[in-house]
């Protein structure tokens, strides 16, 4: 698949993509082939002590009816490991806009309810909007969306706001760049005043795909900041394993200054990877984390992980910790996997597996 040079978008859909989404549909997820480029040595285990900075990352967070209609134990077996952190951070995958109900796929949409059922008891710190479901609700669904997030006191990045493309977060005397970018968004017309963060990440095409762009942008992240985050989101749904394409992307990304990349938007797991930064020491890349939270079936979209990340001052990888859990549909509730349940190892990557609790 990565040799046909797929976009997965609906702004560039081809018969090729058709065919691709058929296979996934008829096969379930491909086997991972990771390009020669990729970096197969295992990230440093965490947790790490001494003066370094503790992040959790999460994946896409989605709309799932049934949590509304029944009260679940949601999160009652995420250890306190997770939460006790400096920086917690996910994918905000559907807008809130009350004066719609909840809806699910294609156009999703949830309630200030659904909010404080899924996301409010996380702690986040900063959220993603930048992803293909930010606009379901039109413009008026992204306004309503920010709106809530300001009145709660959570950061948000994924939108252009005072003609600045990421946002500064302070931890005590330690500044965050994060930005966070989408491949697509469905079609749907970007409103001007809070322009979505989007470039075609996943083109072949370096003319196309905004990489030269987001270069500069890094750039100038790194004087403002101390640490600089990406959150991409990215890469082909249903597959196991990140593109040649995505990967030479984060390698440069890397290389010009990010220290931390987190992607979503695939629904499944992809391997960790560890490159080294412009000093030479080692950041990581977390190519998809998966769905946290959806209404998603198969078992390969209901396997999902938290990774607890260690970085210095200066953004050099310390450690990492990785949290699987398994959605359980009936129970509505996020359950603990050791990595080698049956039906569930091959939807855990081997790095992912390497740095478990």
Known sequence: MHKLKLEGTLEHFTAWDALYYAGKLMFGPFRPVLPPEFNSKPPPRGPAVGDVISFTLLGDIMLNKGVLRKSSPLYANLPSLLRKCDWLFANLEFPVYPEKGPRGFPNFNGSIEYFDRVVTPLGPSCLNIANNHCLDMGPKGLESTLELLENRGISFTGVEVEGREYIKEILGDITLTIGGFTHSTNRR????DNRVNMFRLNSW????????KLVE????????????ILSMHWGLEFELAPTANQVAMA???????????????????????VWPGLDGAPRLIVYSLGNWISNMSSLSTRTTAAVKVWLDRAGRLKGVCTFPFYFCKKSLTLLPLKGEERGF???IPQSFRECMV
């Open 251 to 273: 390698h440069t990304l890397i290389e010009n200054g990010v220290d931390l990349i987190v992607g979503h938007h695939p629904h499944v797991l992809q391997p960790l990877e």
């Open 205 to 212: 095409n370096r003319e196309m795909n905004g990489l030269d």
């Open 345 to 347: 190892k091959k939807y």
């Open 189 to 192: 017309q970007i409103p001007s």
């Open 217 to 228: 942008l890094v750039k100038e992240m790194k004087k403002v900041g101390d640490i600089v």
